[in-house]
């Protein structure tokens, strides 16, 4: 991650994350994260996005619980209010993860479809949360909700403050490496 200008900037009142490639197997791509700068705890998160596509390419609007660095993840929860592998450009993913500290990673996924890219347009991607409960939302329709009858008895983390990250990652377990695409 950078921040140089041709991976992240404004134009047009928009922000802009963008992946670059500089080399054979050698990529640039862009993190905005609020740590130790804004936390968010309960309400409406709104995000008007265009996505990227492409094999390889990971786009995600999501939130690490502010303990992080004293639980360690999944311990701290994480809500990914939107994930996109790029070579599934009309599939976009709402998920809460979370397990014992040091433990093994329990998540809770729903997947959400469309007819077009979701490169072709903006679409609003949005989480309303409130105390004991997430409800994922995409264009102001409910995709998904999570509670703590779904941590299985697990503790559930979701009631504490978190900070947001805005990302484009390249390559990982997930998407793959990219191609030319």
Excluded at 33 to 50: C, E, H
Excluded at 117 to 133: A, I, M, T, Y
């Amino acid at each position: 991650y950078t921040d140089q200008p041709e991976n992240i900037f404004l134009k047009d009142g928009k922000l802009i994350i963008r992946a670059s490639k500089k080399g054979i197997n050698e990529y640039t791509a862009a993190k905005v994260q609020t740590k130790d700068k804004q936390l968010f705890q309960f309400g409406r998160i709104d995000v008007r996005a265009k996505l990227p596509e492409g094999q390889g390419i990971w786009p995600a609007i999501w939130m690490l619980g502010q303990n992080i660095d004293a639980v360690g993840w999944p311990a701290c929860g994480e809500i990914d209010t939107m994930e996109l592998v790029g070579q599934e450009p009309k599939t976009t993913h709402g998920t809460a993860h979370w397990g014992p500290q040091g433990g093994p990673n329990k998540y809770l996924t729903k997947s959400y479809d469309i007819e077009e890219k979701f490169s072709e347009r903006f679409h609003v991607f949005s989480l309303v949360w409130e105390f004991n409960e997430l409800v994922w939302y995409m264009d102001e329709l409910p995709i998904h909700s999570f509670s703590p009858s779904n941590t299985q008895g697990e503790l559930y983390p979701f009631n504490q403050t978190f900070y947001m990250i805005f990302n484009i990652a390249i390559g990982g377990n997930w998407p793959g490496n990219p191609d030319e695409t």
